[in-house]
């Protein structure tokens, strides 16, 4: 048995560094370890899915999935909670976390893959973790046979011809949102993260280490700037804020891109793996969206209709959803 937790992960995945970025707050010990090959058969072991993060817990439990991952530790040490008490701010919370792991990544994967600047810079990263010591020719070689492989698999996330202008446009607007709502807080529901905080972050300090999301954001985005490198290891025990303080610099995100784009295009991810479709189209207000369908999103709608299906009371929830047009999409109705 361990002293503490081992996390298998990789700077360059979103997904590992939220979990990373959750695990430094909540001052757990643990061990990153670099996904490569020196370790690969031991990660084989706890990993179920050939998918990193990897949490393998003292008492030698592999956990996989960030979002259960968070749940599954939150739930062993509660304090200090990344769960708002403000039940508004503690759900939309959630919507957040669900819009930063599903929609965020289109924003990081599309950008990383889509220019050859960025290809090269994500692709030597990725090859640095895989061949450590490799250089020259062999490096560049590893490194070209990774980008081959992504810019193939842009697809898998939506992103093509047709849908990369509505992914910048939604990426660009997003982070003007988010850098008016950071103005005067340190985190985005207050003095100390939250749920939502780690599942946006991942993606954006991912799009931020590669060179167009860097220059984007490091234009035009100061406050974004600051919550990226204060999320890396973020700090705070101060409270969260009321929804009524909140509000006016995060309803506009909601609206704008949380109910505009991302979950029209969850409800219809998730009715085409419903009903077996080989790919769906809908039309979004920034236009037509064609792709093949993710099983894993159509779950994790699923959950999120869930948690607000379990809510007792939704009276002081429902008016903010309703009018940031998000009720109809969670609520079924
Ligand atoms: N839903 C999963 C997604 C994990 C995921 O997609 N991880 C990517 C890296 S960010 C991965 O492992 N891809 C395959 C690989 O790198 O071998 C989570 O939240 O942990």
């Known amino acids: 048995m361990a002293d503490g937790y081992r996390i298998w992960g990789a700077e360059v995945s979103p997904y590992s560094v939220k979990v990373r970025s959750y695990f430094r707050y909540k001052e757990l010990a643990h061990e990153w370890i670099v996904r490569g090959p020196d370790n690969m058969e031991e990660y084989k072991q706890y990993s179920k899915l050939p998918l990193i993060p990897t949490v393998v817990t003292p008492d030698d439990e592999g956990i996989q999935?960030?979002?259960?991952?968070?749940?599954?530790?939150?739930?062993?040490?509660?304090?200090?909670?990344?769960?708002?008490?403000?039940?508004?701010?503690?759900?939309?919370?959630?919507?957040?976390?669900?819009?930063?792991?599903e929609w965020g990544n289109k924003w990081m994967f599309h950008y990383r893959w889509a220019r050859e600047a960025d290809q090269q810079s994500a692709g030597k990263r990725l090859a640095a973790a895989m061949a450590p010591g490799v250089e020259g020719d062999a490096l560049q070689g590893i490194v070209d046979g990774i980008v081959d492989r992504m810019v193939n698999r842009v697809w898998f996330v939506g992103s093509s011809e047709q849908t990369a202008p509505a992914i910048e446009q939604s990426f660009k607007d997003g982070i003007t949102r988010l850098d008016a709502h950071l103005a005067t807080r340190p985190f985005l529901f207050g003095e100390r993260p939250a749920f939502g905080d780690f599942g946006l972050w991942g993606q954006v300090y991912n799009a931020w280490t590669d060179p167009t999301c860097n220059e984007i954001i490091e234009a035009s985005a100061p406050n974004v700037v600051a919550w990226i490198?204060?999320?890396?290891?973020?700090?705070?025990?101060?409270?969260?804020?009321?929804?009524?303080?909140?509000?006016?610099?995060?309803?506009?995100?909601?609206?704008?891109?949380?109910?505009?784009?991302?979950?029209?295009?969850?409800?219809?991810?998730?009715?085409?793996?419903?009903?077996?479709?080989?790919?769906?189209?809908?039309?979004?207000?920034?236009?037509?969206?064609?792709?093949?369908?993710?099983?894993?999103?159509?779950?994790?709608?699923?959950?999120?209709?869930?948690?607000?299906?379990?809510?007792?009371?939704?009276?002081?929830?429902?008016?903010?959803?309703?009018?940031?047009?998000?009720?109809?999409?969670l609520s079924g109705s």
Not at 68 to 81: L, M, V, Y
Not at 232 to 249: H, K, V, Y
Not at 270 to 292: D, N, V, Y
């Open 65 to 101: 999935d960030s979002t259960p991952i968070i749940e599954k530790i939150e739930a062993r040490h509660p304090e200090p909670s990344i769960h708002p008490s403000d039940p508004v701010a503690s759900f939309v919370s959630a919507l957040i976390e669900e819009f930063g792991d």
């Open 229 to 329: 490198q204060r999320m890396l290891e973020p700090e705070g025990t101060g409270d969260f804020e009321n929804w009524a303080d909140l509000s006016p610099t995060l309803e506009p995100l909601l609206e704008e891109q949380v109910a505009a784009l991302f979950l029209p295009w969850s409800d219809a991810n998730s009715r085409a793996i419903a009903a077996g479709s080989e790919e769906f189209s809908i039309e979004l207000p920034s236009g037509t969206w064609t792709q093949k369908p993710q099983k894993y999103h159509a779950r994790s709608l699923g959950k999120l209709r869930n948690r607000y299906q379990a809510l007792e009371n939704t009276s002081l929830l429902d008016p903010v959803l309703e009018r940031t047009n998000c009720l109809g999409w």
